[in-house]
Structure formats: structure tokens, C-alpha cells
């Protein structure tokens, strides 16, 4: 069985960081682009942050660059987001994706091949 299986959610402050985890099983992880996206209540999933298979290639949406980071071990199976300065406006369920495409321009929903259940984070004021 396909799964990717985040952690790392949780409460924290406004300006404060989170390191969120993607571990993943079942597919040949080192051959798919992983990324992450996020979805706050009544809003439109985004595109945050993916890394393609390699590690040699990210993209980042406009409003998260120069704050977060993404990083994989291919050995392990897991992908990383490295999440600082967090906003108030970043709360919501942020979703770990697996895809066969890699753009550095765009993330599209209907590209992402596997899904993850999600993992809660709250940016408070």
C-alpha cells in the first residue's frame, strides 16, 4: 500500500518554526517529485513546496520564499519542510503529495499521484 505519512504539525506562535516530516512507503520514492501542499478551511488548496527526485531542483510558492525550505533523504524515504517566520494566515492541514512531474514554475493538484492524510498546523497571534 501507498503511503505518505506526515508529522511535525502543531501549535505555534506567529514568527515562530515548525519542521514538518513526509515519510514515505510503497512507490520508488527516489523517482517521484515530492511536495507539499496546504489547505485552510473554506480555502483553496495551494501549492507550497516541492523537491524533485533528485534534490536538485525546488520550487517555492511566492509567498513562502526566503522562509521555508525543503529537503529530502532518499535514503530514508522522507522529505522535509523546514518552516520558519510562520504567519497566522499560514494555519491549515498541510498535505505531503508524490507526483511524476517536477515544474519550478507551478504545482498542480491534478498532477499529484499519491496523497497524504494531512497534518494539522496553527500559527497563532
Known amino acids: 500500500e501507498v503511503q505518505l505519512v506526515e508529522s511535525g504539525g502543531g501549535l505555534v506562535q506567529a514568527g515562530g518554526s515548525l519542521r514538518l516530516s513526509c515519510a514515505a512507503s510503497?512507490?520508488?520514492?527516489?523517482?517521484?517529485?515530492i511536495g507539499w501542499f496546504r489547505q485552510a478551511p473554506g480555502k483553496e488548496r495551494e501549492g507550497v513546496s516541492c523537491?524533485?527526485?533528485?534534490?536538485?531542483?525546488?520550487y517555492y510558492a511566492d509567498s513562502v520564499k526566503g522562509r521555508f525550505t525543503i529537503s529530502r533523504d532518499n535514503a530514508e524515504n522522507t522529505v522535509y519542510l523546514q518552516m520558519n517566520s510562520l504567519k497566522p494566515e499560514e494555519t491549515g492541514v498541510y498535505y505531503c503529495?508524490?507526483?511524476?512531474?517536477?515544474?519550478?514554475?507551478?504545482?498542480?493538484?491534478?498532477?499529484?499521484?499519491?496523497w497524504g492524510k494531512g497534518t494539522l498546523v496553527t500559527v497563532s497571534s
Open positions: 510503497g512507490f520508488t520514492f527516489d523517482d517521484f517529485t
Open positions: 523537491i524533485d527526485s533528485y534534490g536538485g531542483s525546488t
Open positions: 503529495t508524490a507526483s511524476t512531474v517536477f515544474d519550478g514554475n507551478i504545482m498542480v493538484v491534478d498532477y499529484q499521484d499519491y
